[in-house]
């Protein structure tokens, strides 16, 4: 069974720096990881989508990168911005299919102005 | 514009009134699926349908009901509602992954329930 693990739980940076997201997965057999976004209160938007061929994946301000030997992805977000306060959920598929995801809890992120 | 609708996005009932909250996508899309979530736990799977008439079970299950009868529906059913099932739902589609890992998924902005 796929699980995954977002550490640390929240965090809070002051503005412009770079922010480090971390997500493990335990089942390292999957074609993709997706990063999402979500605001209080609110849906999920899709940040960015890694495919295993692909290693990294950038938008803008944010690179994502994918080490499936280790279970391991990353979030960057560069710069950072009080609009960037959110909480960034990592998500990977499970031995059941591509399209079934399993969530971590989340990195619920504070950007000090 | 592309996108998850879901009604209502509040809702607040009592004990054992049937509900049902829909869910209706616009992208032709052939993965639909519930999730519920909720503090300290997450978001989790509650069913899933790999296309029209095809729909299966996800990680919690109990006590809720789908169909899937067009492409572009997946409404969820309560039957009984209790007060354990208050949560926020959110309903996703994506294309059906080939083995490419390129199908994003694509999330509604959610339901919250609230059962008394």
């Known amino acids: 069974k796929q699980e995954v693990t977002q550490i640390p739980a929240a965090l809070s940076v002051p503005e412009g720096e770079n922010l480090v997201l971390n997500c493990s997965f335990t089942d390292s057999a999957i074609y993709n990881l997706q990063w999402f976004r979500q605001d209080p209160g609110k849906g999920l938007t899709s940040l960015l989508l890694?495919?295993?061929?692909?290693r990294e994946q950038t938008s803008g301000r944010l690179n994502a990168s994918l080490d499936k030997s280790s279970g391991r992805s990353t979030l960057y977000i560069a710069a950072s911005q009080p609009g960037d306060s959110a909480t960034y959920l990592c998500?990977?598929?499970?031995?059941?299919?591509?399209?079934?995801?399993?969530f971590g809890k989340g990195n619920q992120v504070v950007v000090i102005p | 514009e592309a996108q998850v609708t879901q009604n209502p996005r509040y809702l607040i009932t009592v004990t054992g009134k049937k509900l049902t909250v829909t869910c209706s996508q616009n992208m032709n899309h052939e993965y639909m699926s519930w999730y519920r979530q909720d503090p300290g736990l997450g978001l989790r799977q509650i069913y899933y349908s790999m296309n029209v008439e095809v729909t299966d079970k996800g990680d919690v299950p109990e006590g809720y009901k789908v169909s899937r009868k067009e492409k572009r529906n997946f409404p969820l059913i309560l039957e009984s509602p209790s007060p354990n099932q208050t949560s926020l739902y959110f309903c996703?589609?994506?294309?059906?992954?080939?083995?490419?890992?390129?199908?994003?998924?694509?999330f509604g902005d959610g339901t919250r329930l609230s059962i008394l």
């Open positions: 890694i495919q295993s061929s692909q």
């Open positions: 998500a990977a598929p499970t031995a059941r299919g591509n399209n079934r995801l399993a």
């Open positions: 996703a589609s994506s294309f059906r992954d080939r083995g490419q890992g390129n199908q994003p998924q694509h």
